[in-house]
């Protein structure tokens, strides 16, 4: 099923190959502002942001860079030591992000990767890489979130290594240009249900997946570590289910899915799969997108959610 760009948010998500590689051209900008090689990091972020924290927390402690935590703003430890905090955040504005960043001042040094540049994150950062090419007007984040990715992904690749089988960022960005033109599976669309998987770092983009899904579209969803689908989460599958995974399927689990009567998206990433997980991620937006228009709602003004969540009572 091939989905055209109706909405505001669909343009943003067909926008990404583009500033995906807009960003790795970007790269020399930030390096002040990003972790180095070595170096005790935290990631913090709320919602989306968060997930992507938790995607580059993973690919960067795996890929030898140093010891690597990410934590939802809100919850960060204060009482533990690190060399540097990277926040993201998109507006600039998010209350836990202000807040963590004031009480951190003078004690961590502390980096955001925003994408606006007149943003009070501007004066209460260390350094701060703003990707105002990647910015959105739509309430649902999607390129913003990924470009921050692939341009972390770029500075671990430029610094040496990542994890074993994660393909380079120029074949990513070629697998999004696909991601954004082929056609959707008709049997996923029609289904009633997702349950997103992910191993590793692509942990965060199933979070991430079912989110977007949820956010667009008031779509039912869950997202689970992939070995974890059998402790549990298997008992939603059926008939009109789909179980979505993110890089490698766990050996055995497609026809475990399939055995029940359920839909398996399954194979990207792998050695011999077909799209870099992040652009997996372009599919799922694309059907949160369709699946908003389906069912009567504004991808573009998704209910009870707003650009920022910024409350006063937490941060003058």
């Not at 980096?111 to 501007?122: F, H, L, R």
């Not at 649902?140 to 960022?169: D, N």
């Not at 956010?215 to 298997?234: D, F, L, Q, S, V």
């Not at 939603?236 to 766990?250: D, E, K, L, Y």
């Amino acid at each position: 099923m091939s989905i055209t760009a109706s909405s505001r948010t669909g343009v943003e998500i067909a926008s990404q190959p583009d500033t995906w590689l807009q960003a790795v051209e970007s790269l020399g900008l930030f390096s002040d502002v990003l972790p180095r090689r070595g170096e005790r990091v935290a990631v913090v972020g709320c919602g989306t942001s968060w997930f992507m924290a938790l995607a580059y927390a993973e690919l960067r402690e795996s890929g030898g860079h140093g010891e690597t935590d990410a934590f939802a703003a809100s919850e960060f430890p204060y009482g533990r030591t690190y060399d540097r905090v990277l926040a993201i955040s998109r507006s600039g504005t998010t209350t836990e992000v202000l807040d963590l960043l004031a009480r951190l001042k003078g004690v961590t040094r502390t980096g955001v990767i925003t994408a606006d540049p007149e943003s009070p994150v501007m004066r209460t950062a260390d350094g701060v890489a703003v990707l105002g090419f990647a910015d959105e007007e739509s309430v649902v984040q999607t390129r913003f979130a990924t470009t921050t990715l692939v341009l972390l992904r770029a500075h671990l690749e430029a610094e040496g290594a990542l994890p074993a089988g994660t393909r380079p960022v120029d074949l990513a960005i070629a697998d999004a240009r696909r991601a954004i033109a082929v056609s959707l599976d008709v049997a996923v669309c029609a289904a009633e249900q997702f349950t997103f998987l992910g191993t590793g770092w692509t942990y965060g983009l199933a979070l991430e997946a079912g989110l977007k899904m949820r956010e667009a579209a008031g779509a039912w969803t869950e997202a689970y570590p992939a070995m974890e689908y059998r402790h549990g989460p298997i008992s939603i599958t059926g008939p009109g289910r789909v179980a979505w995974v993110f890089g490698p399927t766990p050996q055995g689990l497609d026809g475990d899915v399939t055995r029940v009567g359920g839909t398996i998206v399954a194979g990207s990433g792998n050695a011999t799969g077909d799209l870099d997980p992040l652009a997996d991620l372009i599919l799922a937006q694309r059907l949160a997108v369709h699946l908003a228009e389906v069912r009567g709602y504004d991808p573009d003004r998704p209910r009870n959610l707003s650009r920022s969540v910024i409350l006063g009572h937490l941060h003058a």
